[in-house]
């Protein structure tokens, strides 16, 4: 049995004090740093692709980014109060409203994927002679098949309605068939795969996390972009620093670096090649021009 003496209980607390003094240094440090707090939609995240490349910008910059992930309307709102300094959305109606609103002075694309109608394996609807999606939603709606809409104002939300405007339609509370959940994406396609519903998701998410859908597949899209129908559905993603000039308190050098970060060849290169090594295909391609 060991016996505490003197010395031993005064050594035992130096080292305590030295480790607690070391714990206090160690946190005083990360307090230190600079954070820069981005705002973005759900799939850049959900995908995997911010935990991918995000690390590298906070080495470089000796800082840490904080992220926010929502949908796109959600993002341009914490935005343009002044609660994010740099936000990655797609929805480029939102996205020039938020400039005209002096939120930003410019946007600038980085990357596209492409939207597709997921939809029961055995396709209720009989979707498969549709050639756009717009002929896909008359069909979900002629068969009342259930619909689950993001209802969020993301992204994909704001695609969903212009689709069913080309169609001709508007869903509502009366069409006991269409589904509105404000969830996110991944949220949406998990309930889709349990009700046996359709819904509209960007193709990066649904390759992210299809494993999980057996009972889903694409019913719109193909299975890779290439193949899909509808040049209405390819998917832009565009970041864009807050100015400084409407929010006083926004890290604007920071954001700036991460815009030209961002739009820089290695980075580029990076989002081009996330993903393609598990799932065959890129879920993200570059859109910078430097």
């Known amino acids: 049995m060991l016996r505490k003496t003197p010395a031993l209980i005064v050594g035992l607390a130096l080292c305590g004090w030295l480790l607690g003094v070391g714990e206090i240094q160690t946190a005083s440090l990360a307090a230190d740093k600079p954070v820069l707090r981005l705002a973005t939609t759900t799939s850049v995240a959900d995908t995997g692709l911010a935990a991918a490349i995000l690390p590298d910008f906070e080495r470089r910059n000796g800082c840490r980014v904080d992220v926010i992930a929502v949908g796109t309307g959600q993002a341009l709102s914490i ?8 936000v990655i959305v797609h929805s480029r109606k939102q996205e020039e409203a938020f400039i005209a609103a002096d939120h930003a002075k410019q ?26 999606a717009a002929d896909t939603f008359r069909a979900i709606a002629d068969a009342q ?15 969903e309605l212009d689709i069913w405007r080309t169609a001709g339609l508007a869903p509502g509370k009366d069409a006991r068939w269409y ?73 604007a050098a920071l954001a700036e670096k991460f815009v030209e970060w961002l739009r820089s060849a290695e980075i580029q290169k990076k989002i081009g090649q996330f993903g393609a090594d598990r799932f065959g295909q890129p879920l993200f391609h570059p859109a910078a021009v430097e």
Request: charged share 30%; net charge positive; proline share 5%.
């Open 79 to 86: 935005a343009s109060r002044g609660d994010a300094d740099v």
């Open 107 to 132: 946007r600038y694309e980085v990357m596209f994927n492409d939207f597709v109608v997921i939809g029961p394996v055995d396709d209720p609807a009989r979707t498969g002679a549709a050639k756009s």
């Open 145 to 159: 098949a259930t619909f689950f809409s993001r209802g969020d104002k993301s992204g994909t939300h704001t695609k």
């Open 179 to 251: 589904k509105s959940l404000g969830l996110g994406i991944r949220e949406v396609l998990l309930a889709a795969h349990e009700k046996r519903a359709y819904t509209l998701t960007d193709r990066g998410t649904w390759l992210a996390v299809q494993a999980k859908l057996p009972e889903l597949r694409i019913v719109l899209g193909g299975e890779r972009p290439e193949a899909n129908k509808d040049p209405e559905l390819i998917n832009r993603y565009a970041v864009m620093a807050v100015d400084a000039r409407k929010h006083p308190g926004v890290n």
